[in-house]
């Protein structure tokens, strides 16, 4: 399996950035900012976790069972989807995607959503902020290197680092939760569902797909990485625009 030790160290760095511990993250400008650019880590999370769908559980005209449809990988993989594709509005009486629900609460503070719709229309990447682009780069070429790799990023570079990182956003804000209701659903939300379920979930994800294969799991460690120096560059550049 993986050895852990530089992804726990890079994950060391990242939850120590100063964007997280600084109260750089002020204003509802400063919101404004980090929601303009995170908005497309959000997108590209459904990415990561529909490969590894598709892989685990392949969807054709023609079913078939698989290795993971006959293994207890196959609900945990549809148990994660399910709740980011279709989660409880907060009023709890509906369902919402994880992004939709981001976009409201974009709108909610006055954060545009131009950017990101228009690249989903049109898939015109000049529309992208640089940071998010390169960001948004690094997941697809993990991606492009295998399901093992993505369920690396997809979990040491998500959903074990998302609780720490969010409850820090949540401490330094000077904007209240009646001010950005759906802002602070949505981060409170993901500190319960990644840090009680969908993170230790996704350490078994890892497991699976790396299949007790070495240059797998090489390959795998090398992938959070990855994922993780991206983070702190994507994170470094939304710091200087909003200092």
Known sequence: MIDATRILAKQQKLSNHSLLVTNSIQTIEDLQIFMEHHVFAVWDFMSLIKTLQHNACP??????PTRGTRSPIARIINEIVLCEESDLTPDGKGSISHFDLYLQAMMEVGAKTSSIIEFLDTRNSNVV????????QTTFKTIE???????????????????????KIL?????????????????????????????????????????????????????????????????????????
């Open 59 to 64: 969807s054709t005209e023609l079913w078939v």
């Open 129 to 136: 902020p640089k940071a998010a682009f390169d960001f948004v």
């Open 145 to 167: 290197h295998g399901p093992h790799c993505a369920a690396a990023s997809f979990c040491y570079g998500r959903e074990t680092i998302i609780p720490a990182m969010f409850k």
């Open 171 to 243: 401490r330094q804000l000077n904007i209240s939760a009646v001010e950005a209701p759906k802002f602070y659903y949505y981060l409170e939300r993901h500190i319960e569902v990644d840090g009680e379920d969908h993170g230790p979930k996704a350490e078994k994800l890892v497991e699976y797909f790396c299949n007790n294969d070495p240059t797998k799991a090489f390959e795998a460690e090398k992938a959070a990485i990855d994922a993780l120096d991206a983070r702190i560059k994507f994170f470094n550049h939304i710091e200087s625009l909003v200092l």
